[in-house]
C-alpha cells in the first residue's frame, strides 16, 4: 500500500523568509513522488516531481523539493516566501515500479506568508 | 484549466436524487480521475480510468458510479445523493507514462 502524510495543518512564514512545507512517504517500492498546489476557488496545479535522480528537483515558481530515502522524506521548499505563495499544498506518491497505481494525496498544509 | 472542463460548478440537490457531474478535456489524455475533496482529508480518489475500457474503484467508491463514453469525458453519477456527499469533487487528466495530473476547476456539490 501507499501513503503519504503532511504533518502540519498550517505553516505561517514571513514575506522574504525561507519556507518548508513536510511531506513524508511510504510505499513498497520506489516512489515517483510530487506536488501540488491550489488556489482559491481553483484546481490543483502541478508544482514539481521526483521520479528519479537529482535528489534536488526545482518547479514552478521557485519552489524546490529534497528527496531523501533514508528519511523517507520530499519537503517542499523555497528560499523567500512571498505573500502570494500562500495557498493550500499537496503532496503526493505513488509507486513507482507498476504504472497502474493512482497517485494517492496527503491531506494538505495551508501556508500563510504575512507581509 | 481550460483543457479540463467540469459541468456544472455548483449544484444543491436533496437527499435521494440522482446526479450526474460531467467532465470533458481537449488534453487528448488517456487516463482520467475522480476526486472529492473535504476539509482536513484532502484529496480521496473516488474512480480512475486508464482508457475506455479500463475503470478502476478508488478509495472511496461506494455511493458512485462512472461512466467514460469517450476519451475525452468522464462523468461521475451519484445514483442515491446523501448529505455526507457534500463535498468538492475534482476530475482530473494524465498522459499515460508521466503521473502529472491537470485538474478541472471543481464542482460544488451540496446534498440537503
Known amino acids: 500500500a501507499q501513503s503519504v502524510a503532511q504533518p502540519e495543518d498550517q505553516v505561517n512564514v514571513a514575506e522574504g523568509n525561507p519556507l518548508t512545507v513536510k511531506c513524508t512517504y511510504s510505499?513498497?517500492?520506489?516512489?515517483?513522488l510530487f506536488w501540488y498546489v491550489q488556489y482559491p476557488n481553483r484546481g490543483l496545479q502541478f508544482l514539481l516531481k521526483?521520479?528519479?535522480?537529482?535528489?534536488l528537483v526545482k518547479g514552478s515558481y521557485g519552489f524546490e523539493a529534497e528527496f531523501n530515502k533514508s528519511q523517507t522524506s520530499f519537503h517542499l521548499k523555497k528560499p523567500s516566501a512571498l505573500v502570494s505563495d500562500s495557498a493550500l499544498y499537496f503532496c503526493?506518491?505513488?509507486?513507482?515500479?507498476?504504472?497502474?497505481?493512482?497517485?494517492?494525496f496527503g491531506s494538505g498544509t495551508r501556508l500563510q506568508v504575512q507581509p | 484549466d481550460a483543457d479540463v472542463t467540469q459541468t456544472p460548478r455548483n449544484r444543491i440537490t436533496k437527499t435521494g436524487k440522482r446526479i450526474m457531474l460531467e467532465c470533458s478535456q481537449t488534453?487528448?489524455?488517456?487516463?482520467m480521475y475522480w476526486y472529492r475533496q473535504d476539509p482536513g482529508l484532502g484529496l480521496q480518489l473516488i474512480y480512475y480510468?486508464?482508457?475506455?475500457?479500463?475503470?478502476n474503484k478508488g478509495e472511496i467508491s461506494d455511493g458512485y458510479s462512472v461512466s467514460r463514453q469517450a476519451q475525452a469525458k468522464f462523468s461521475l453519477s451519484l445514483e442515491s445523493a446523501i448529505p455526507n456527499q457534500t463535498a468538492l469533487y475534482f476530475c482530473?487528466?494524465?498522459?499515460?507514462?508521466?503521473?502529472?495530473?491537470?485538474f478541472g476547476p471543481g464542482t460544488r456539490l451540496t446534498v440537503l
Open positions: 482530473a487528466t494524465s498522459e499515460t507514462g508521466t503521473d502529472t495530473q491537470y
Open positions: 510505499v513498497s517500492g520506489n516512489p515517483y
Open positions: 521526483y521520479i528519479t535522480g537529482d535528489n
Open positions: 503526493a506518491v505513488r509507486e513507482g515500479d507498476t504504472g497502474r497505481r493512482a497517485l494517492t
Open positions: 488534453k487528448g489524455h488517456d487516463r
Open positions: 480510468s486508464f482508457d475506455v475500457k479500463d475503470i
